[in-house]
């Protein structure tokens, strides 16, 4: 339930646990760790965020480059804790863009007094679990100096999409013009005009950023390893009307959002897409495009599970491409021949139609050969080089475990979590990890998150966990750690939920395949919203089974 009346509980002076510096060091200040710090407060302990960036807002601190835009509507894209700040705040595109979602936490963190507990430009490089004294201590870089902070409590606020995937090409240091990484925007708007500039990687932040790149540059040239496929998200001013109708009844809203595997609430149809005619198929298929955005996928209702009624929703879209693309050569190197919805579905309203402009050339990495080198003055694929002189890489990240893996975290007896995780990630619920007492995760491995309205997923995690800390704290206690068998157990449950989609079965950031080396485990758990959420509660229905309190 939301609680309107917590615009400012005072954050307490002194730690409810003696010997620490704070009860609970917190790492980032998105939206995680944003409400985190909040529900910390409301629970009586003292709270420190650490923050490597010089503001809040995490994904949307980061993510500055042009174009960059929320891929869920903002109505759902947004906090339900406080019913006052859902009805006050008016959002004024369907879609928000980067700097209308970056103001939204900014404002969040001045309605809820947060920035007094929040400690900017500084990383968190390490933390080490002491299992005599049961603290945890971390080591924090802040303008060149480290500095420990011992707790009682770790909370790891660091969002899934957080470790940038910068792919090492030989002669790079030689380049000579300026590079960007999306996930790295620089603060200062990037001026390409008059630049011949080039992208490398078509995921959805490269998909969003290349129209607007287009249209600045002399010349972009997209270089594209795998085609994607989008939908149009047909975005536009938000209608006063539909707001107002949400407004009325906001939480019926967020209680149906959450019925949803994806816990938001768009049309669905749970019937087969073989069940239906040729005609009846169609026409359903242009509504959905019609429709838009992610919600595409619900066209059908086993588009993800049965390998025909997918190929007859991709046949759709590759006709739309054609249709769209006016050079026949380069609609069909845009078309995509693998599972629609295996890589997350990308959405933007004019991203093919960018295609048929005369100042655009698309590379294509898999019949024109790989990315060779860089020279001082471009980058050469197949024996042939394309000038730059800027370079733009959309190439992702190394998603869900490496924004964990980046601090170097060491539990019992020494054991770090990348050791323990070498293997793929191993967490009870996605919350906690054994090994790691007091450590808690915030959209972990093993949770919905990515595969979620991740705000929904922040909030149900973090109410969670607040429950989680109550309880203990309640019952005179000071240590709580998932078992191993709870946690063995877990770990087969998001295995056998991803065996059961065809979302399993190719390359993603999903999956850990666009970073070589990593191991081929689906790391999110697609069972959805609404079974996720059943585990959770059951195991405090049940007196927090498969965790030890003490
Ligand atoms: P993604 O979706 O991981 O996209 C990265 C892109 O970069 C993708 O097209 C990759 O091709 C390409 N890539 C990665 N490495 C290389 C190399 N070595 N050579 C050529 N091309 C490469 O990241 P995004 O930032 O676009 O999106 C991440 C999520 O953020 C997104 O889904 C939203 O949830 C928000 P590949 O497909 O691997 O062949």
Redesign the pocket.
């Known amino acids: 339930m939301p609680d309107s009346h917590d615009r400012s509980l005072p954050s307490p002076e002194i730690c409810r646990f003696g010997g620490v510096d704070v009860d609970a060091v917190v790492v980032g200040a998105g939206f995680a760790g944003m409400f985190m710090l909040h529900r910390l407060r409301g629970l009586g302990l003292k709270a420190r965020v650490y923050e490597t960036g010089d503001g809040v807002g995490g ?1 949307w601190y980061w ?1 500055r480059y042009p174009g960059a835009r929320c ?1 869920v509507e903002s109505m759902q894209y947004s906090y339900q804790f406080s019913d006052d700040l859902q009805q006050d705040w008016s959002w004024s595109e369907k879609f928000a863009a980067q700097p209308e979602i970056l103001t939204y936490a900014e404002h969040v963190a001045d309605r809820f007094d947060l920035n007094r507990d929040i400690q900017l430009e500084s990383r968190v490089n390490a933390a080490h679990w002491d299992d005599r004294t049961g603290v945890w201590t971390c080591s924090i870089e802040h303008a060149g100096e480290i500095r420990s902070v011992t707790s009682k409590f770790l909370i790891l606020c660091v969002g899934c ?1 957080s470790a940038a ?1 910068r ?1 090492s ?1 030989p002669g790079f240091e030689r380049f000579q013009g300026p590079n960007y990484h ?2 790295y925007w620089p603060k200062d708007p990037v001026d390409f005009s008059g630049l011949k500039v080039g992208i ?8 969003q950023t290349i129209p607007h790149v287009a249209a600045q540059a002399d010349h972009l040239t997209v ?4 085609p ?1 496929y989008v939908v149009p998200d047909w975005n536009g001013p938000l209608d006063p009307t539909y707001e107002a109708e949400i407004k009325a009844d906001y939480q019926g809203l967020r209680r149906k959002a959450v019925t949803r595997p994806s816990g938001i609430w768009v049309p669905f149809n749970t019937d087969s897409a073989l069940d239906a005619t040729e005609e009846e198929r169609q026409r359903r298929f242009e509504e959905f495009w019609g429709y838009g955005g992610l919600g595409f996928m619900g066209c059908f209702g086993d588009l993800l599970t049965n390998a025909e009624s997918n190929r007859l929703a991709a046949d759709f879209v590759r006709g739309k491409i054609r249709e769209i693309v006016t050079d026949p050569e380069v609609a069909e190197k845009l078309t995509p021949d693998n599972i629609i919805g295996c ?2 579905l ?1 959405v933007h309203s004019s991203y093919y139609e960018t295609f048929n402009r005369d100042d655009i050339s698309l590379v294509d ?1 898999r019949t024109e050969g ?2 060779e080198h860089f020279t001082e003055t471009g980058l050469v694929v197949g024996g042939i080089e394309h000038p730059l002189d800027a370079v733009i ?5 190394d ?1 869900m475990t490496g924004s964990f893996e980046k601090i170097a975290i060491s539990g019992v007896e020494g054991q770090t979590l990348k050791q323990k995780w070498e293997a793929g990630p191993r967490t009870y619920l996605g919350v906690q990890s054994a090994g790691f007492p007091n450590m808690f995760m915030v959209t972990g491995p093993g949770s919905p998150s ?1 595969l979620s309205n991740v705000l929904v997923s922040i909030e149900q995690n973090i109410e969670w966990i607040t429950g989680c800390l109550g309880t203990l704290l309640a019952g005179g206690k000071s240590r709580v750690e998932p078992e191993v068998d709870a946690e063995d157990a877990w770990v087969e449950e998001v295995n056998r939920a991803a065996g059961g989609s065809l979302r399993s079965t190719c ?3 999903y999956n850990g ?2 970073i070589p080396g990593k191991p081929l485990i689906f790391i999110p758990y697609i069972g959805g919203i609404p079974d996720y959420t059943k585990a959770c509660e059951a195991a405090v229905e049940n007196g927090y089974a498969g965790f030890r309190m003490r």
């Open positions: 994904t993510n891929d999409l995937n792919p090409f999306t996930g490398i990687g078509t995921g959805s932040s490269g998909i270089f594209q390893r795998t994607n890589k997350r990308c990495l790989s990315i890489f959309a190439t992702g990240f998603a990515v390359s993603s950031w395949a666009n």
